[in-house]
């Protein structure tokens, strides 16, 4: 199987930060990633595909980028809406795997 | 798209789990259709998925203990997992992809609790 290694685990910041969510493929994934968005009692919501593709309706403070095996998510300017958990997924390879995730708090 | 999930959510340990996804608001043929579960202890785990067709993709960790299968003409899939334990307890959800674009829509996810 893939390993997803997600980092950091917890993320605390402030309304107006940009936060940095990195997600590692143990082997090559191509650009077939993944970024959600959880919070208490919902499903993930997704927020990029193939890496970079921002979904639609999702605001655009929410990019994803890649380098290799390296995959960021990055919040421009953290809103008080965006304080949930979050979670990579790779669909390249089976079975899919996802990072452990990553929350977001004040 | 809405997918609404259905099953039983106590389940005794050796039991089998059987949950039905029913996909309503858009096109059923075309796509892979998947079941994820989420646990405290193990985060989201995809456990497999299947095509209108009928051609199925399994987690090999659950070790030959489940089947998805699939009901095109009334737009719904399910998934059964035999011999649960306490480790199967997790909430379940249904979801359309990937394959291209990660899981776009998801069930409201149902909690089952294995438990003697």
């Known amino acids: 199987d893939i390993q997803m290694t997600q980092s950091p685990s917890t993320v605390s910041a402030s309304v107006g930060d940009r936060v940095t969510i990195t997600c590692r493929a143990s082997?090559?994934?191509?650009?077939?990633l993944a970024w959600y968005q959880q919070k208490p009692g919902q499903a993930p919501n997704l927020l990029i595909y193939?890496?970079?593709s921002l979904e639609s309706e999702v605001p655009s403070r929410f990019s994803g980028s890649a380098s290799g095996t390296d995959f960021t998510l990055t919040i421009s300017s953290l809103q008080p809406d965006d304080f949930a958990t979050y979670y990579c997924q790779q669909y390249d390879s089976y079975p899919y795997t996802f990072g452990q995730g990553t929350k977001v708090e004040i | 798209v809405q997918l609404h999930q259905w099953g039983a959510g106590l389940l005794k340990p050796s039991e089998t789990l059987s949950l039905t996804c029913g996909v309503s608001g858009g096109v059923f043929r075309g796509y892979f259709w998947s079941w994820i579960r989420q646990s405290p202890g193990k985060g989201l785990e995809w456990l497999g998925e299947?095509?209108?067709?009928?051609?199925?993709n399994y987690n090999p960790s659950l070790k030959n203990r489940v089947t998805m299968s699939i009901d095109t003409p009334n737009d719904r899939f399910s998934l059964t997992l035999t011999s649960v334990t306490a480790a199967d307890s997790a909430v379940y959800f249904c979801?359309?992809?990937?394959?291209?674009?990660?899981?776009?829509?998801w069930g409201q996810g149902a909690l089952v609790t294995v438990s003697s």
């Open positions: 979801a359309r992809g990937p394959p291209t674009v990660g899981v776009r829509y």
């Open positions: 299947i095509t209108d067709s009928g051609n199925t």
């Open positions: 193939k890496a970079s």
């Open positions: 082997q090559s994934i191509r650009s077939w």
